[in-house]
């Protein structure tokens, strides 16, 4: 299925309707409007206005991932009991890819809400096509104990691909962020910022 990504329109009553009557914040007057559609919810399932559900459910992969990395330099180290360390880490790795799976979904609908040539829309593709690989590095990682027949040990090559895919999780991550923080991807509307900032 193709998800349809709406480009934001507007005519003077709009403004007025989207405003409420209140002034333009001078990033509105840049822009010329309120990128309103971009700011709702695709659908119920991506969480509604002002609360994603996408940046909260990417909580626990990267949580899984990065706490299967951990797992294994304890093992490797023998730091900790290295057969339960490993096991441990194994597992966790599937969780981390389970949930990136359904983060990924989630975020797939948020994307669909950005308009297209936009900076936010190339550093959303971007962060979604660069998560895929994080994922997908430390989805290789996963299989490749499993199918060792043990999850007693880990391997030079897992390990490799563990640290190499949170490595790039990384920067999926930093990108997700200027989404949010920096273009505010499906969280803040311009005249909410200006209302709950202007001194009363």
């Known amino acids: 299925m193709t998800a349809h990504r709406s480009t934001p329109t507007s005519t003077p009553d709009d403004e007025r309707a989207h405003r409420g009557g209140t002034p333009a914040t001078s990033a509105d007057a840049a822009a010329g409007t309120e990128h309103v559609p971009s700011k709702r919810p695709w659908n119920r399932l991506a969480g509604p206005y002002g609360h994603p559900f996408h940046p909260v459910v990417v909580t626990l992969p990267i949580g899984a991932f990065v706490t299967s990395l951990l797992f294994d330099l ?11 360390a490993a096991f441990a ?3 966790l790795l599937v969780i981390g ?10 975020g797939g609908m948020d994307l669909a809400t950005i308009p297209d040539g936009t900076s936010a ?11 895929t690989v994080a994922t997908a590095l430390l989805g ?4 490749i104990r499993f199918l060792q027949g043990g999850l007693d040990e880990v391997s030079d090559l897992a390990f490799g691909l563990s640290v190499a895919g949170v490595l790039v999780l990384g920067l999926g991550g930093w990108l997700g962020g200027r989404l949010a923080y920096t273009f505010g991807v499906r969280v803040a509307r311009e005249r909410d910022q200006d209302a709950a900032y202007r001194p009363r």
Do not use: K
């Open 97 to 106: 890819v389970v949930g990136a799976v359904v983060a990924g979904i989630l």
């Open 140 to 143: 290789f990682s996963a299989g």
């Open 74 to 84: 304890g093992a490797r180290l023998e730091l900790v009991d290295a057969v339960g």
């Open 89 to 91: 880490a194994a597992w």
């Open 121 to 131: 829309s190339r550093t959303a593709v971007t962060h979604a096509a660069v998560n």
